[in-house]
């Protein structure tokens, strides 16, 4: 078995983000409540609500029979307007009444043409300060500020048209302070949304973050097991490969040479079975039993106090050489290491890596060929791993199958340790396989 798996590539969060946060631009509120999708929803209508519904009916009958209470107490103070003016403002305040149907979809267009209504008519009178409120909502202060101003220009036209005994400055700082409420209303709610808005967007990212953070590690994660797997696994059928090649061509084998054979590939293939059940089991793990969905807490690396199978090192070198040596192959171990207490736990896992690949590679191109495996270097700065072997002037007869790709791989893990990896043909015409760990803490 052999091929190994590419590092995954690196997560763009910019680009994936705006897809999971353009979901919280579809929800928006009425008078004084909940608008979705950032600043720019506030500004932007979307389909009514039941909730909308309810608002509208409520703000169209407040609206309607607050300006018939004042028309009604307008006529009944003694100065009862000219048939024609209160005909004028039964239609033209019916129409700002119905007209706040639409108050959402076009804010602006419609507070200013009720605008000139509410210079003589009374029933449009509520009607109108809805139109500022609903302009602070969902507009910026600026406009907002224009449109109240431009409302309060009216009230000397009205004093005017309609006359009371009131005094006109004091309608006219009632009429000020109703639309600053009415519009510092608005304006607070339209603050509250933005606010609820910004920290719905900041969950949304957050959540998103998270489960890109959680499918990267799962991916990291299936790609470590990708390694281990060829790793392992095609140290395991390179020695059955060569014991079943053994027996197929050697029939003069006496019955003892093929059992003890025999039972070495026996061995190797349990011990391959074993490892690759061990495997797929954590591939498992990310399952939710019973459920058949992914579970996105159980692909998050295992913290480092969670037990792990013991990983070999360099202190298991010379079983992995006695392994080959009972396969068949010639190989020579040179360790030239003052000590190995030194070295951290991931560069002896990495040099156990690099010299079973090139076992395995030396059984696969070579079989039968000496192997010179040496480890020298200093074990507090830097190790150098190399496995030598000649290259035959002729094809092997058998080949164990491969896609050329644990080469790569290894590469990939010496590269995350910060080290070296060189391979190739030399000038005695052999192929070399050098590795230099870097052993800094």
Known sequence: MSGSVN??????????LPGALR??????GGLGGWAGGGAAAVDRPGRRTLRDWIVDVLIFVLSLSLGI??????????HPAPRWLLVADVVF????CLALWWRRRWPVAIALALTPVGAFSSLSGFAVMAMVFTVAVHRRARVALLVAAANIATVPVYSVVRPSNDLF????????LATAVVLGWGMFARARRQLLLSLQDRALRAEAE???RVDQARQLERTRIAREMH??????????????GALEFRTDASHEQVAAAAGVIRANAHQALQELREVIGVLREDVVPGSGSPDPTAALPLPATAPEPPQPGIGEIPALIAESTGAGSRVAYRCELTTTDDVPRSVARTAYRVVQEGLTNARKHAPGAAITVTLDGDPGHEIAVEIVNPIPSWPPTTTVPGAGLGLVGLGERVQLTGGRLAHGRDRDGRFVLRAELPCRR
């Not at 009604?72 to 003694?78: I, K, N, T």
């Not at 392992?232 to 490969?241: G, N, T």
């Open 7 to 16: 590092a995954p590539p690196a997560v763009d969060l910019p680009t994936l």
């Open 169 to 176: 400055w004091l309608n006219l700082l009632i009429s000020a």
């Open 69 to 78: 209470l004042l028309l009604l107490g307008q006529e009944s103070a003694g």
């Open 210 to 212: 998270q489960q890109l």
């Open 93 to 96: 305040g019916t129409v700002a």
């Open 231 to 244: 790793d392992v696994l095609a140290h395991r059928i390179s020695l059955l490969s060569v014991h079943a």
């Open 23 to 28: 979901a919280a631009g579809t929800s928006r």
